[in-house]
């Protein structure tokens, strides 16, 4: 049987290496995010009221699938909502211009 010596700066280093370990594991989410939300989630998520969010609904900001009504509403697409990247998407129809 072999001794094996362990010194005091190999206890340091092993604390270090085990406090990492536990500092990653804290900073990853334990759980993924769903794919997709329903209506009281993204109120939740963007601090939102009901008529804010119809609003969003309406305007085109906000995308989302209404089955059996109830409206779902991709996590993907409130993400990119948060970062700015979509913009309205609703056509505005200048009333002025005769069309037949």
Known sequence: M???????????EFGKNLLNQIRGLLGQSLEEPKKWLKTYQVKNLLKISDNTLQTLR??????????????????EDINRVLSGE???????????????
Do not use: C, H, M
């Open 2 to 12: 072999a001794v094996e010596i362990i010194t005091k700066e190999d206890l340091q």
């Open 58 to 75: 309406d305007n085109g900001t906000i995308p989302f699938t209404k089955i059996g009504g109830i409206l779902y509403y991709n996590y």
């Open 86 to 100: 979509v913009k309205s998407k609703r056509i505005k129809i200048d009333k002025s211009s005769n069309v037949a």
